[in-house]
């Protein structure tokens, strides 16, 4: 199974001290063995970089993309590298 999702400007924000979204919402809940990609849809550089270390994505351009199979239940927060405050929380079902 396979989730896409971008990451987008929220259009309401000031900018770099407003929040960025993850295209599908902040929390995204998938089941184990769910491959999930992120799609950078802004025109700035951003990364995908999870709180524990488990995945780490490349800077990533406008179009850029990102995969990381989630195989074990548990919640998994990620945040961009680059800007603090995108961030959100995938949630590994078993
Ligand atoms: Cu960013």
């Known amino acids: 199974m396979t989730v896409t999702g971008t990451w987008k400007l929220d259009p309401g924000c000031v900018p770099c ?10 929390t995204l809940t998938v089941g184990a063995g769910t491959s999930v990609t992120w ?8 990364t995908v970089v999870a709180g524990d270390g488990s995945f ?12 990381h199979t989630f195989s074990t239940a548990g919640t998994f927060d990620y945040v961009c590298s680059i800007h603090p405050m995108m961030h959100g929380t995938v949630v590994v079902t078993g």
Not at 17 to 26: A, C, N, P
């Open 39 to 46: 799609t950078n849809r802004d025109e700035e550089p951003h």
């Open 56 to 67: 780490h994505s490349p800077g990533m351009g406008t179009g850029a993309t990102f995969s």
């Open 17 to 26: 001290g407003g929040s960025f979204r993850f295209g599908m919402g902040l």
